[in-house]
């Protein structure tokens, strides 16, 4: 078991940037592949970034490449999620995630584990 608690949401400007948190408790997040989703009112929940369990490979939604950095702490146990140049279409409530399973995934039911999510609501 692991609870994961998320963080950094908020109102921002178009073109500013935020950093989400993700802290986990139960068990170390280096036990996971990790994700990030977000879902916006009246959408589906979509992939935006995965972390193997290494820390080493990333990957992303094509959509926010080159603008969001998915990073894992260790030693706080948290992961983060970079939004640069944040635009009006990133706004959406924003979940990180975890996966027992090995290997990556961007289907949200290959999670075992979510947070309850951290609004991010960005203004033109």
């Known amino acids: 078991q692991v609870q994961l608690v998320e963080s950094g949401g908020g109102l921002v400007q178009a073109g500013g940037s935020l950093r989400l948190s993700c802290a986990a408790s139960g068990r170390a997040l280096s036990s996971f592949t990790m994700g990030w989703f977000r879902q916006a009112p009246g959408k589906e929940r979509e992939f935006v970034a995965g972390?193997?369990?290494?820390?080493?490979?990333?990957y992303y939604a094509d959509s926010v490449k080159g603008r969001f950095t998915i990073s894992r702490d260790n030693a706080k146990n948290t992961v983060y999620l970079q939004i640069n140049s944040l635009k009006p279409e990133d706004t959406a409530v924003y979940y990180c995630a975890a996966r027992t399973g090995w290997g990556t995934a961007s289907e949200f039911t290959a999670y075992d584990y979510w947070g309850q999510g951290t609004q991010v609501t960005v203004s033109s």
């Open positions: 972390l193997s369990r290494s820390g080493y490979s990333t």
